[in-house]
C-alpha cells in the first residue's frame, strides 16, 4: 500500500531561481556584461533571442568553458526558457523532478530513462509534460529537431495556447 502512496507523489523542484541566474551570476566577460542583463533577460519570449546568441558563443568561442560546467549551462538555460514557456502559458505548469513525473504520468515512458535527473515541467491537471533543459542539452549536443531556442518557445507556447 505505501509503494502506491509513492509512486503518485511528485518532488517539486523549483527552478526559479536557477533561471534568475541567467542575469545575476554574469561572467566578466564584456558580452556577457552587455546582453545578459535583467533589462534584457525579463521573461518575455523576444528575450529568448539574447539566450539563443549566447548559447551559440558557448558553442563556439567558449566551448572549453561549454564543456567545463556543461551542467549548470543546461539548468540555467533550460530553466531561463522553461519560466519564459511558464509565465507566457499562465497555467498549472510547476516543476518537478523527472523521476517523479515519470512515476506518476505516463507521458513518459517513450522518454529513455538516461534522461533521469532532468527537471521538468508538467501540470497534474492535463497529464502534460515540458521538458526545457532535455531541450537544451540536446542543442548543445547538436541532436536539436529546433534551430534555436525562439523556435522551441514559440511552438511550445503556440501548442499550449491551443489546447
Not at 542575469?23 to 556577457?32: C, E, L, M, N
Request: glycine share 4%; no cysteine; net charge negative.
Amino acid at each position: 500500500m505505501s509503494a502506491i502512496f509513492r509512486r503518485d507523489k511528485l518532488i517539486k523542484d523549483d527552478l526559479k531561481g536557477s533561471a534568475k541566474l541567467m542575469y545575476k551570476d554574469v561572467s566578466k566577460d564584456a558580452w556577457d556584461q552587455e546582453n545578459l542583463t535583467k533589462e534584457n533577460l525579463d521573461f518575455t519570449i523576444d528575450s529568448i533571442r539574447y539566450i539563443d546568441l549566447y548559447a551559440k558563443k558557448l558553442m563556439t568561442t567558449d566551448a572549453e568553458l561549454l564543456n567545463k560546467h556543461y551542467d549548470n549551462f543546461v539548468d540555467r538555460i533550460g530553466a531561463y526558457i522553461g519560466e519564459v514557456i511558464k509565465r507566457n502559458i499562465e497555467q498549472d505548469f510547476h516543476w518537478y523532478e523527472f523521476d517523479s513525473v515519470y512515476n506518476h504520468s505516463s507521458n513518459l515512458y517513450e522518454i529513455t530513462r538516461n534522461k533521469k535527473g532532468w527537471t521538468l515541467l508538467y501540470s497534474k491537471k492535463s497529464d502534460e509534460v515540458i521538458m526545457p533543459l532535455l531541450v537544451v542539452a540536446e542543442f548543445f549536443e547538436g541532436d536539436s529537431t529546433y534551430p534555436d531556442f525562439l523556435g522551441y518557445v514559440e511552438k511550445v507556447i503556440h501548442e499550449q495556447l491551443a489546447n
